[in-house]
Structure formats: structure tokens, C-alpha cells
């Protein structure tokens, strides 16, 4: 017996049919809804007036732009109020307004970032970074448990609000090998190994320097490490993320960040490879690599330098930027940064990638 094949059943098929294809299909016509990408911006402080009633109507007024593109995610420089200067809570702020609007706020620590000598820091010289001759560097020498009990305490009040997670950028060394040699330190690596990294050449000729250069590396791991123990302790839904430099192997030996490895545990939810560029082989030469090593070890959302040191984008690399973060599968993207990602890009992506 034949099943009579109605105009009507005609129909409905097509309409199946083109809403499977709305779901699985790639590509110009079909791009990702915001829901399922994360979208991304590192945020600074500077962008607000320093008045809690003018700022508020900035970030509310930004805020409603970063939704009208689908922005679901906020990387949040200096919330903490000795961080910014405001006279009011600025953190809580961000969350309010974020949330309203379907936004995660991440506040930014940037353990390996330059200081200035003031507050706690300005009591303990001793944690500064210092080269082979004894001269300190303004950075703080994250191998010191001290230093890391700082950032420890000051990431802890961040988790007496409700945020949606901690974002570690500087997480590394001073780029060029910039170690610490103090005596703490030397003599730290000195049980382990025999030899202070002092009494070696300073090449990868030698051995124990190679074990320095891995030795500086695990701080870093570790730091990461005690991180994810202080999120985990608070009993908090907080994710841990953390900003990458390009190249895992020139990270790790140049600046300590073996991001490499940490896919192979659950130190982290996701990383940010700064792949400021407008090369765009090289952008997807990387970002595929970075998926690759990432597996099932954390999430990538590649940062797309809008405007940095090493780069100005057009609009239309910015386009193709998304495009190539989608079709290398990363799971998201983030824009570096608020200062420069400002309304002509976002009618850019409004208007093509980001278009509903």
C-alpha cells in the first residue's frame, strides 16, 4: 500500500528540514548563536568616571551594547577598590548590570605584572624579583609562598561576591627569562638540584640549567594549582581561566608558562591565547594548535587583538578572525580590549558575524 505524499507533508518536511539546517550549518549564512559561543572582552576600570552615579550610566550604557551583540562574558581588570580608586564598590556594580543582562563577571589578577611599591607590598621588598647582580626588578617573585599567600588573600575577597570567575592574566615571568635570584630562591632550587642556578652557565648547554628553567616553570604551575584549591575550598560555581602567550614552547622556557601541560589536568575551564595579529594564516595556524593541545582539557577562546602592541585590526579581519575561531572549533572568542573594541567594531560584528 503507497502512502500518499500530501502537499502538506510536503511541507513539513521543508520546514524540518531547514530547522536542522539552521542548527548544522557553518558558515556565513548560519553563524553560531551567542548562547552556544562565548563572547568575550577584557574590561579596565579607566573606561568609567570616577563618580559612582556618572560611571553607573556608562557601564549601563555599554553593557546594553556588549548585549545587543551577545558580549556574555566580562575579563574585569582591577575591581578590587585599592586596584581602581573608586570611593564605591565597584565589583558590585559590574555584577549587578552584568547579570541583568546575561554577562559573567571575571575579575583580572595579574600575579606577574610590574608593581609600584605600596600597601603590603611596599613592607616587603624582599619579594621583588632580582636579577644575578642582586638588582630587583618591580615584580613580584612568585616562587616565595609569601608572595603567593598575597595573591591568595586578595583573590579570596573577590569570592565574597558573586562572581562567575577568576581570570589570571601575567601569569608567568617577566618575558626573557626574567627569574629571580635571590637567595630564598637559589637556595630553594640549590636542595633539589645540588647547585645554586647561580654557580651553572647560564645556556642550555648545561643541565642544570635546563632543570632551572623547568623549575621556574612548575612555580608557575603551582600557582595555578593553589588557585584552583582556593575556588575549590569556597565551595563557589566559579570558573578558573587564564591568558596564554602564542607559543606553548617558547612560553615555557621564556617566561615559565608550561600552559601545555595544565590541558593534562583540570587546573583550568578554558584559556585566552593572546594571538594579537592580522596574519591571518598565522591566526589560524595557532588557533588550531591551541585546540589541538587543549582536547578535552580545557576550553579555547582565542583574544583577538582590536588594538595592542602588536597589532590594529581592520573590520574586516575582525570578520574573519570570528570566522576562523569557529571553523578551528575554539569554543568562543574575546576581544582585547574594552578601550578599543569600542561601537564601530560592535556594529561590525552586529551586522555580519554576530548577526541574528
Known sequence: MKT????????????????FGSFTMTGKKNEPLASHEVRAVWLHSGLFDKKADVARGQIIELFDSYKDIGINNLFCYYTLKDENGFDWDYLQLLIDEGHKRGIKIHPIFCPGHEVAMTGEIKDHPEWLIRDRDGKTYPALNLTLPEVRNYWMRRMSQTLKYDIDGI????IR??????????????????????????????????MIWCEWIKWNARQITGFVKETRELI????????????????????????????????????????CPMFYTNDLDLFREYTANAVKIAGKGYQVYPGIGVQTSHN????????????IAREEDAGGIAFFSGNSFNQE????????????
Not at 561590525?348 to 554576530?354: A, I, N, P, R
Open 4 to 19: 500518499k505524499f500530501s502537499p502538506f507533508n510536503a511541507l513539513l518536511v521543508a520546514a524540518c528540514l531547514l530547522l
Open 167 to 170: 581570570h589570571l592574566d601575567y
Open 173 to 206: 615571568f617577566p618575558v626573557n627569562q626574567r627569574y629571580s635570584y635571590d637567595s630564598l630562591t637559589c637556595t630553594a632550587f640549590k636542595k633539589e638540584f645540588g647547585y645554586s642556578p647561580k654557580e651553572v652557565s647560564q645556556d642550555d648547554g648545561s
Open 232 to 271: 575549590r575550598q569556597s565551595g563557589r560555581k566559579v570558573v578558573l581561566g587564564a591568558d596564554v602567550f602564542p607559543n606553548p614552547e617558547t612560553a615555557r622556557v621564556l617566561i615559565g608558562q608550561d600552559w601545555e601541560s595544565w590541558a593534562d589536568t583540570d587546573l583550568l575551564d578554558f584559556i
Open 312 to 323: 590594529r585590526i581592520t573590520k574586516d579581519l575582525l570578520i574573519k578572525e570570528v570566522r
Open 345 to 356: 567594531m560592535r556594529d561590525t560584528l552586529k551586522t555580519s558575524v554576530f548577526k541574528r
